[in-house]
Nanobody, 124 residues
Framework: QVQLLESGGGLVQAGGSLRLSCVGSGYTFSRYGMGWFRQAPGKEREFVATISAGGSATHYAGAVDGRFTISRDNGKTTGYLQMNSLKPEDTALYYC?????????????????WGQGTQVTVSS
């Protein structure tokens, strides 16, 4: 069965960096786009970043553009989210997700499988 396992979350001071990883299994990783979403307490889940199956196309939410970088290593069936210049408002549970197709997409309805999430907490 399809599984997505995130790791790399933690507690960091404002201005710091973290790199999240997402290992996919149970499917042909290189055929599907993937994305990262986040949900803060009391807020709806929101799109963060997405990458196409081959890694050539990426797209970011405005709030993270220029600070976060999404990438993937299809040989390792792993996706990454490098987060720099972190702010307290980046505090959330971060999820990776597998798209229904090969494109990188921004809407949660276009994703079929989700991980359990990894917590990121940024202190001021």
């Amino acid at each position: 069965q399809v599984q997505l396992l995130e790791s790399g979350g933690g507690l960091v001071q404002a201005g710091g960096s973290l790199r999240l990883s997402c290992v996919g299994s149970g499917y042909t990783f290189s055929r599907y786009g993937m994305g990262w979403f986040r949900q803060a307490p009391g807020k709806e889940r929101e799109f963060v970043a997405t990458i196409s199956a081959g890694g050539s196309a990426t797209h970011y939410a405005g709030a993270v553009d220029g600070r976060f970088t999404i990438s993937r290593d299809n040989g390792k069936t792993t996706g990454y989210l490098q987060m720099n210049s972190l702010k307290p408002e980046d505090t959330a549970l971060y999820y990776c997700a597998r798209a229904r197709g090969g494109a990188g997409v921004a809407h949660s309805d276009d994703y079929e499988y989700w991980g359990q999430g990894t917590q990121v907490t940024v202190s001021s």
